[in-house]
């Protein structure tokens, strides 16, 4: 009798493991993927303008302590704040640029600045340009992923991000459009 309830049980809690939800979120594998080891060191995106616009610039992506320092240079924007975002989509052939899609959030979580506790992967605050248009930038993002970003569009909007509007900061038309990829070698 006793043989025959084991072989009963036993297929019925093989059955409920298999069946047992899966305790993993979207965000938990953001989490998780964070230190990839197969990240390149190294990205690079070059900005172009969009359809009758003047943005463009050379933007430089590395692995750092912390998270990912990105650098780089855009000229050819007004003066002031503009919006600086990492896009879902590295397709910059909309001539206004929203074939880059929305802002990269993996975790589907609200838009907010970097500094937040929370915010879309994409969302890097802003770039300040000078007196001349040109808007020279260093900074270490900790919620940045270099295997997650590559092949992803990185955009240059027309206005500030607002760093709370929803869902993109209301940063206004997109200036420059450049897709994230393998440096081949480190910047200087």
Partial sequence: MKSILTFAVAPLFLLSACMAPETSSVEEEVTHTTMS??????????????????????????????GVQISGEISGISSGLHGFHIHQYGDCSAADGTSAGGHYNPAGVDHAGPEAEVSHMG??????????????????????????????????????????????GAAGARLGCGVIGVANAPSQ
Avoid: C, K, W
């Avoid at 808007?135 to 709370?164: K, N, Q, S, W, Y």
């Fill in 123 to 168: 969302d890097l605050g802003n770039i300040e340009a000078n007196a001349d248009g040109v808007a020279t930038f260093d900074a270490v993002f900790p919620a940045v992923d270099m295997a997650m970003i590559t092949g992803r569009g990185l955009i240059v909007h027309a206005g500030e991000d607002d760093l709370t509007s929803q869902p993109t």
């Fill in 37 to 66: 080891s197969d990240a390149p060191m190294h990205l690079v995106a070059v900005v172009h303008p969009t359809e009758g616009n003047t943005a463009s610039g050379v933007v430089h992506f590395h692995a750092a302590e912390g």
